[in-house]
């Protein structure tokens, strides 16, 4: 049984950091791609970043150049480091894992249970 367990939310100025985990169980993440979603109030759930099996990444325009994400595969962990945050940053923020391994064709059917981070 796969989980996902995020931490490292919280409240933060603008223009401050945050460094979002996520670690996982029940399966290593090594062959899956993962990323991090993000659900604004009253808008529609928006992918933010993802990191593939190889490593390689992808980011929302929006969040380009501010957010990094990265993977430990050792410690089963998946981050997200944001940085120069805008109070429109302010989401709960979900890790996700793809149904499939070395591809996302799939879709992400494994979800975290989300971490709050506000800024202002």
């Known amino acids: 049984h796969v989980q996902l367990v995020e931490s490292g939310g919280g409240s933060v100025q603008v223009g401050g950091s945050l460094r979002l985990s996520c670690v996982a169980s029940?399966?290593?993440?090594?062959?899956?791609?993962m990323g991090w979603f993000r659900q604004i109030p009253d808008k529609e759930r928006e992918g933010v970043a993802g990191i593939e099996s190889d490593g390689s990444t992808s980011y929302a325009d929006s969040v380009k150049g501010r957010f990094t994400i990265s993977r430990d595969n050792a410690k089963n962990t998946v981050y997200l480091q944001l940085s120069s945050l805008k109070p429109e940053d302010t989401a709960v923020y979900y890790c996700v894992r793809s149904n499939s391994a070395y591809s996302d064709r799939d879709g992400f059917g494994y979800w975290g249970q989300g971490t709050q981070v506000t800024v202002s």
């Open positions: 029940g399966d290593t993440i090594s062959r899956y791609c």
